[in-house]
């Protein structure tokens, strides 16, 4: 049943639903947002090249108020203020993420031939589904067990959330069909989907028993116009989970709420190459390395560049002199106006130029641990955020971690190989003294190829693919792997995450003690 309070957004709610419905059964749709920016769904370019000219575009776009054709000194000026007055006058990286991605004009769609196939969260209704995808996945559902690994002690709901303020997986619409699917087909639950942040608050809530982050990405919770409805909706998710509810998160769980730590190491000198420091692409976080389009390129810059009091924040005052700084050096003509002609160039200025790249090879990691979380009660919740991610078709065999758990039965047999995006995580974020690790990427098996595209890896080569935790009274189960959409059609990664989510909602009981004693790491 949808939930609304206008009979326009049921009549949206219902669109929606029937969407959702017509390609793999009914899920609610609490309520639907908009399209997500384009600009946030945009490639994962880096800072320069096509990131940057696609950041200067919609810059120029944004900043030519009066659309004469060119940007006055006065005109950046006033629109970097008006992201800052948006935000209450001081804005941090995830709120300029957001802010920038609503501001900023969509850029033109790529040539169909470019696109992929267009449908999914590929297509211009990112909330629907590929009909192909969801019938390899309903296929991979008929031969599993209708019969969940636990009994339910209630009928239980689920509220899954697919928001993303940074980069959005086109897996998003597919996750949510499946979480329905297989709830329906195993009687364990019924699923509710919403894209609005707003319904995780301490009322609506009431009403589920876990909550699911379909791969959310940045500050998803956040409002940047709005601080007091930011920290209602944080602590609105840390007392459910903490209450005694439950939550499950795939994949981008872990990119969310963390951003690029290196703008200290910069002012410090910090090594050329490095993240923040001169001559370094920008981080690949949650925000940094062109992920969000123009806004994932433009964020980390402006922070980078205009945090002068290294607090991870920039004032009203910085965001001025950010710009005065930026005409400075784009205005080389001294002409008190740039052209449009002339702006992309010459803001290419402002960028701060490619790192070497010794042997011509691809560049995925992006320099040391050096990322910071932004919502720490969070970070350690979800268990960690990540630094880097081999990409996507990237093979990678499983290792059991705890393979007497009732959450690891299906993984029986012969090593499972899957191909997708996998992550690491920092040193600092991910410890099994903080989570019962249930798998994990078995890296005896990697080549030294594939290990040598991770620069800075961590010294004991431990990356979890899934865990469990305790979090107060409530329970935490997390799966990595979700990115590409052909996992949702690998039976053990259904049957893991079927399992997962049981034990968030305490149907399935399971050791969840931290796999290292606390102390003894």
Known sequence: MAIGTSRARLALAAGTAALLAGASGMVTAQQPAPAAPAAAQAGRGGGGGRGGAAAATALFTAA???????????????????????????LTQEQLMAGLAAALPAPAPAPAAQQGPQCGGRSADPHSVCPEDVAAMKATLATMSNTPPAKPQKPRKILVLGKSAGFVHSSIPLAAVTMDELGKKTGAWTTTLTYDPADINTENLKQYDAVFLDSTTGAFLDDPNDAAATAARKAALLAFVRGGKGLAGIHAATDSYHANGGQAAAR?????????APGAPAARGGFGGGRGGAAGTLAPLMLT???????????????????????????????GTIAQADFAGRFATVLPPPAPNAGGAPQVAQGPDNQVGTWPEFNKMIGGFFKFHWVDPQEITYKIDDPKSPLTAMFKGAPLVVRDET????????????????????????????????????????????????????????????HAERNYAVKPLLEHLLAGVQYALGDLKADDSPSVKPGTK
Do not use: C
């Open 64 to 90: 030519d108020v009066n659309k004469d054709g060119s940007v006055s000194r006065d005109e950046l000026k006033a629109t970097f203020q008006k992201w800052a007055d948006g935000a209450g006058g001081t």
């Open 268 to 276: 410090a000198g910090g090594a050329p190459g490095a993240p923040g």
């Open 305 to 335: 560049q205009g945090d002068k009091n290294a607090d991870q924040k920039l004032s009203r005052d910085e965001i001025t002199a950010l710009a005065d700084a930026w005409f400075d050096k784009m205005d080389t003509a001294k002409a």
């Open 423 to 482: 992550y690491t995580m920092g040193m600092d974020t991910y410890s099994r003294e903080n989570l019962h690790i249930l798998t994990s990427v078995d890296y005896s098996k990697m080549s030294a190829e594939d290990k040598a595209k991770e620069s800075n890896p961590r010294s004991d080569h431990d990356y979890g693919l899934s865990w469990i935790k305790r979090e107060g009274n409530g329970r935490v189960f997390y799966m990595a792997h979700g």
